[in-house]
Each structure stands twice: as structure tokens, then as C-alpha cells.
């Protein structure tokens, strides 16, 4: 009944919060007071930012060490700009409240609860083996072993589960299978169960530290088609799990004194509560909030909690605090001409770059007021991008850019690309992923996105694009040399993702280009207006089909722009294959005019200045969480320029970013997200 009580005072809490932080501009526990009006307003307003899904998700693995991704099953993010950070439309809901609170605990708990030191877990994918055959969620060995091989990382007494059934037709006996590690027997059995009813069979082994291989072999196999008897052995799965079990992997993150061992119990319990929520609101409390905490945790104690049910309780409620689901912002930062408060300015930092919550060193930095001078700023921006956790600008800011997201519900149709599977779909998110992780990773100027001198490559891409070389399974640099395609513009991810499930659209890839490379984007069509395919005759080429469709004067203002510069793309088909046609029809044109045929000539042909402000741009859109406005341009142009007139890389690019006063400034709070 408590925490039934507790979970409605929260929710209650948290929704009149933001009702009051939607009028007073502040996020808290504590509603604000109303911002002063002013006419010094130097940067945009600014909605209250909540995290999205990608940012939820990264923030519990660094403040739990948990590896669950709960975001992933919330609601999708609202998008606008290209982008799921942007604070205007990112919502909170009913529904979205709910799964808040069910992430807390399942997080809380997957951090503290105490886990085998190992556990390793195979269903029918994994075991399947060549020979066999599926049976509806089963695996028919029909006579052949399988095998698994496991790395154990802490040796000790092991449980392994078998979960089979027998199959058996006539009079032959029924299945059996012997066991053995390594090489080594481990035990001989008759398979237990059924396909409708199947049984566990259970071993109890020693396992040490290292590489095991483990392998099931049917040993009285029959199949006679003539006496119309056999037997069979179906499996579902397999389980190896350690019997030691280790603590959960937040809890070095949350026990930052040993309460057993202190003299103060109470103490170290309100010690981690409050450090907790340090980390947590990406700030120090305030007195309101450390009393509340606090008050918390003795008062569940009182009514009969355990200690540390206690404390998870407690750190459930930071966890659906505004303040914990929201970007923080202070009363100091509202229509402000100053810089943005030190912890504030943490967060945009590490959200910016990590997509993730600012760590002890940053959050340490902030206190230190080493964030608030140029110097200070720069150098945590630099160690930022060469930890780990700049994946999550790769993640954020480059599968949304170059479109990896949207591949993953492409569908080309098989019968017009039977080539087209699942794996080349991987292969090709990869390419892309790796090709901007270059750049993240190097010194590479930025300038040389469109035309650089290095591709990777798979085997699934290297009979995509005809390259008459042997590859293997994973990825490998190469130079474009051997390839003949490289860049931005031959990546096969957007390629496929701008085309139609029958062929290539030439109004896509325009429209794709027109926002991502030469940032004009082309507004969508009125609503209402009733758009007609395009006419399908074979007399017809695609440039007369196009040139009919522009004679509607409803259409004709933007397709006279994204019609012929999406026709110079057209020497690659609908998932990116160079075509090898004759007389293809491949001539683009750019808004200046200028002519070009296929990807190398378009890279050649875009003026640089106009790629780097594009790319630029969308950056600052993406750092920002907001459209961009008037004030923004002195800081684009300063940084853009830079690409062109100094060959900056992509760090430095970041780090320029990072230092605009674009970033650095605070605009007045915006609570209603208009």
C-alpha cells in the first residue's frame, strides 16, 4: 500500500511540476518564481527539454551501469529539423509517465540485485545446425550434434539446462544424446518430453575461467522410411549459468559507503541517497530537495521498509523527478546575457556529445568553474570526444543525418532487388556508421566528407557494388581507388532509404539532398492536396515522366528544384547499385545551375562553402535542441569558414560549436514549448 501511495504522490508531484515549470519557466521539485520581463534577450527562446529516448536510455547505463535499454520500448520521440532532441516537440504523456515508472525500477533493480557471474543463453538461431530443420519454435537435429562455445569469465560450479523434447515414429527407441565439454563425456541420456511437452534436463559441472565448447550428439539416430519408423531430438534452448553470484553492476555506482561497516547506518544511507541524486539532476541539490531525499528514506524506514528498500524507493523518486527527466536550467540562466550556469552548461555539453548525462570528471569540472572560461571548456570538450562515450554523437546526431535510422524500415521489393536481405541492410548501416566515425575518430578535414580517399567494404557490399574482390564478414577500410565509389554521396544507406520499393525516385534523392547536403529543404506538399503517381508508361523516360508531373503548376515550384538534382544520382538504382545501363539518363542540376552526372561529379560540383554551412547547421541544430534563429548566424559562419579556410576537422568543428556563444548562452525559458 505504501509504494502505491508513493507512486500517485509522484506522479501527482511530477505532473503539477511541469504544470508549473510550463509557467514559470523553471524544473524542479520546488516551482520557481516567474521570469522578470526584460529587453536584453540575446539567444532564442528555449523550451524545457526532456530527454529522448536515445538520451534516457544512455543516462541509466552511466548512472546504473545497468544494460537494459527501457527507452526503447517508450513512445517514439516527436522529430522536427531532421531531429529527436528538439526540445519543442519532445512531450511528456500519460502513457510516457507510466513507462517512466516501471523503467525506474527495472533499472534500479537490474543495478542492485545480485546476478550469476554468467549466463549465457542460446534459443534455436543459435543452435541451429546444418542437416536439421525448424519446427515451428524448435530445432530438429535429425542425427547431427551442435555445438556452442562460451567464454567464461569466472570459474566455479555451473548449472547448464537443456529444454528438448523426443520425437519418436513407430518402434524405434526413443532419442538419446551424450554430452561432453571440451571433448570430454559428460553424460549419456534418453531425451526427455515431448514437442507439445518439454523437459528440462539439468547438469551440474565445474567450468574454469576460459573457452568452452560444449556439444549435444544424438548417438541411436533412426530414420526408416521403409518400416516408417524414426526418432528425433527437438531443441528450444540452452542455458549455462553460473551458481556464484556477484553484485549487480550499479552497485560500486550507488553504494559509495559500506553501511554494514559505518558507524553512522543512518548516515551512509542518506549519504548515497544524496550522492544519488547529485549525479542523477547533473547537479548539486538544493536544500529542499537533499531534506526531501531524506525525509524520504526515514520515513519508509518508519513505516517498515527494509534499509535498502528504502533506499530504492527513494532513488525511484529522483528518478521521476523533472529534474532527473528533464535538462536542467536555473532561475540564473533566464533572459540572462551571461553564460550559462556551470552545471547547465555540463549537461548541454555531455548531451551534446555523449547523448548521455555529464560524469564525476565533468560534473567535477563544473564545480571547479573550469567550464566557464574558453580554455577550460575546450579542454573538456576534447577528452569528451576521445572517450568511448562520443559513440552517442555517432548514434544521435549521424544515423538521423545520413538516414542509418530510417533504413531499418526500408523495403525494397524483393522482386525487383532479390538481393536485397537483412544482412546487406546491416552491412550497409555499418558503411555508413564507420564512414563518419572516421571522421569523428581522425584529424580528416570535414571538407573532405564528399570526396575522401577511403571506403569500407564487406563481402555482402562487395557484390552490391561489383567490386571483384574477396571480403569477409566484417568490414574493412580500403582505398576508393579499388572501390570507384566513395563518400558521403555513394553511401548506400540514404541511397536506399530515398527510393521507392520498385525503383529509384529521383524526387526523393532531390529532396534528400536539397535538406542534407545543400540544407534548402522544400517544404512538404499542402495538406489535402492529392498527389498522383507518376505516369508509368514504358514510351515515357524517367525526365519525361518527371517534366509531365511538373506541369501541374501545383507542383511545379519545388520539383522544378528536387526533379534534376535527384535525376544525377540516377546511375544508382534502388539500393545503390551502380546501374549498367546504356544511354542512361543521368544529368543533374544544381540550384546555381551548375551541371553534373553521377556522385563524383556532384561532390566536385557542390561549392564547399555551401557543404560546410549545411553541415555546420545541422550540428548546431542538433547541439542546440532548437531551431535556429537570426542571433545564431554569427556563430555558424564563424565556424563554417573554418572548414573551408583551415581544413577543420570534425573535432574541431565540435569543439568550435562547443565555444560559440550560440552554446554558451542561455535564451530566456520558454515553458510552453512553442
Known amino acids: 500500500m505504501l509504494r502505491l501511495l508513493l507512486h500517485r504522490a509522484r506522479s501527482a508531484s511530477l505532473l503539477a511540476s511541469l504544470a508549473a515549470a510550463a509557467c514559470t519557466g523553471t524544473i524542479?521539485?520546488?516551482p520557481g518564481q516567474p521570469a522578470e520581463e526584460t529587453e536584453a534577450i540575446i539567444m532564442p527562446a528555449q523550451p524545457l527539454h526532456k530527454l529522448n529516448r536515445l538520451e534516457y536510455n544512455n543516462t541509466v547505463r552511466d548512472l546504473l551501469g545497468?544494460?537494459?535499454?527501457?527507452?526503447?520500448?517508450?513512445?517514439p520521440d516527436g522529430e522536427s529539423i531532421g531531429f529527436d532532441n528538439i526540445a519543442g516537440v519532445l512531450q511528456l504523456t500519460p502513457t510516457l509517465l507510466d513507462a517512466y515508472y516501471s523503467a525506474?525500477?527495472?533499472?534500479?533493480?537490474?543495478?542492485?540485485?545480485?546476478?550469476?557471474?554468467?549466463?549465457?543463453?542460446?534459443?534455436?538461431?543459435?543452435?541451429?545446425?546444418?542437416?536439421?530443420?525448424?519446427?515451428?519454435?524448435?530445432?530438429?537435429?535429425l542425427g547431427n550434434p551442435f555445438s556452442v562455445t562460451i567464454d567464461v569469465p569466472q570459474g566455479g560450479a555451473t548449472t547448464i539446462t537443456l529444454l528438448v523434447g523426443a520425437s519418436q515414429i513407430g518402434p524405434a527407441p526413443a532419442p538419446e544424446l551424450a554430452f561432453a565439454i571440451d571433448g570430454a563425456p559428460i553424460s549419456q541420456f534418453v531425451v526427455p518430453g515431448s514437442a507439445?511437452?518439454?523437459?528440462?534436463?539439468?547438469?551440474?559441472?565445474?567450468?574454469?575461467?576460459?573457452?568452452?565448447?560444449?556439444?549435444?550428439?544424438?548417438?541411436?539416430?533412426?530414420n526408416d522410411a521403409v518400416a516408417n519408423t524414426s526418432n528425433?531430438?527437438?531443441v528450444a534452448s540452452l542455458d549455462v549459468r553460473s551458481d556464484a553470484l556477484v553484485d549487480g553492476p550499479g552497485k560500486k555506482l550507488v553504494y559509495v559507503c559500506d553501511p554494514e561497516a559505518s558507524t553512522d547506518k543512518v548516515g551512509c544511507y542518506h549519504q548515497m541517497l544524496e550522492t544519488f541524486g547529485r549525479r542523477a539532476f547533473r547537479r548539486p541539490l538544493t536544500e529542499d530537495e537533499r531534506a526531501g531525499l531524506l525525509q524520504l528514506w526515514d520515513g519508509l524506514r518508519k513505516d517498515g521498509e527494509t534499509d535498502e528498500q528504502a533506499l530504492r524507493l527513494g532513488m525511484r523518486s529522483v528518478m521521476t523527478s523533472p529534474a532527473f527527466l528533464y535538462r536542467s536550467r536555473t532561475t540564473n540562466d533566464q533572459n540572462s546575457e551571461e553564460y550559462l550556469d556551470d552545471y547547465v552548461l555540463a549537461s548541454r555539453l555531455s548531451y551534446f556529445l555523449w547523448s548521455s548525462m555529464p560524469d564525476d570528471r565533468v560534473l567535477a569540472a563544473a564545480e571547479a568553474g573550469d567550464l566557464a572560461t574558453p580554455e577550460g571548456l575546450e579542454a573538456a570538450a576534447r577528452w569528451m570526444l576521445a572517450d568511448e562515450r562520443s559513440r552517442g554523437l555517432l548514434d544521435g546526431f549521424a544515423e538521423q543525418w545520413l538516414s542509418i535510422r530510417s533504413l531499418a524500415t526500408a523495403s525494397p521489393s524483393p522482386d525487383a532487388f532479390p538481393t536485397f536481405n537483412d544482412d546487406l541492410r546491416a552491412s550497409m548501416a555499418e558503411e555508413s556508421r564507420l564512414f563518419f566515425q572516421e571522421f569523428l575518430r581522425t584529424n580528416r578535414p570535414l571538407s573532405t566528407f564528399l570526396a575522401p580517399d577511403f571506403a569500407y567494404i564487406d563481402k555482402n557490399l562487395a557484390a552490391l557494388y561489383d567490386v571483384d574482390l574477396i571480403f569477409g564478414d566484417e568490414l574493412e577500410r580500403m582505398p576508393v581507388a579499388f572501390l570507384k565509389r566513395g563518400g558521403m554521396l555513394s553511401l548506400s544507406a540514404w541511397l536506399t532509404v530515398s527510393s521507392d520499393a520498385e525503383h529509384s525516385s529521383p524526387i526523393k534523392r532531390g529532396r534528400w539532398l536539397s535538406d542534407r547536403l545543400l540544407c534548402e529543404p522544400v517544404p512538404p506538399p499542402p495538406a489535402g492536396l492529392a498527389i498522383d503517381p507518376l505516369p508509368q508508361g514504358e514510351e515515357l523516360t524517367t525526365r519525361e515522366k518527371l517534366e509531365l508531373h511538373r506541369s501541374d503548376p501545383t507542383c511545379a515550384s519545388c520539383h522544378r528544384l528536387l526533379d534534376v538534382l535527384g535525376m544525377g544520382l540516377e546511375q544508382f538504382d534502388g539500393i545503390g547499385r551502380v546501374r549498367d545501363e546504356e544511354d542512361l539518363d543521368t544529368l543533374g542540376e544544381l540550384p546555381d545551375?551548375?551541371?553534373?552526372?553521377?556522385?563524383?561529379?556532384?561532390?566536385?560540383?557542390?561549392?564547399?562553402?555551401?557543404?560546410?554551412?549545411c553541415a555546420t547547421q545541422k550540428l548546431f541544430v542538433y547541439s542546440l535542441g532548437r531551431p535556429l534563429q537570426d542571433e545564431d548566424q554569427p556563430s555558424i559562419n564563424t565556424v563554417s569558414s573554418a572548414i573551408v579556410r583551415d581544413g577543420a576537422s570534425l573535432t574541431d568543428v565540435l569543439v568550435a560549436i562547443v565555444l560559440s556563444p550560440s552554446f554558451r548562452k542561455p535564451g530566456p525559458i520558454d515553458g510552453d514549448g512553442s
Do not use: C, M
Not at 507439445?196 to 533412426?222: D, K, Y
Open 232 to 234: 528425433n531430438v527437438l
Open 66 to 75: 545497468t544494460k537494459l535499454r527501457p527507452a526503447d520500448t517508450f513512445p
Open 593 to 613: 545551375g551548375q551541371t553534373f552526372e553521377g556522385a563524383d561529379a556532384l561532390a566536385a560540383a557542390v561549392d564547399p562553402a555551401v557543404f560546410a554551412a
Open 196 to 222: 507439445a511437452a518439454l523437459a528440462e534436463q539439468t547438469f551440474a559441472v565445474e567450468l574454469t575461467p576460459g573457452p568452452h565448447t560444449l556439444t549435444f550428439s544424438p548417438t541411436n539416430f533412426i
Open 104 to 141: 525506474a525500477r527495472l533499472t534500479i533493480d537490474d543495478a542492485l540485485d545480485q546476478k550469476p557471474a554468467f549466463d549465457f543463453s542460446f534459443g534455436p538461431d543459435e543452435i541451429t545446425v546444418g542437416g536439421g530443420y525448424p519446427v515451428g519454435e524448435l530445432w530438429a537435429l
Open 28 to 30: 524542479g521539485d520546488v
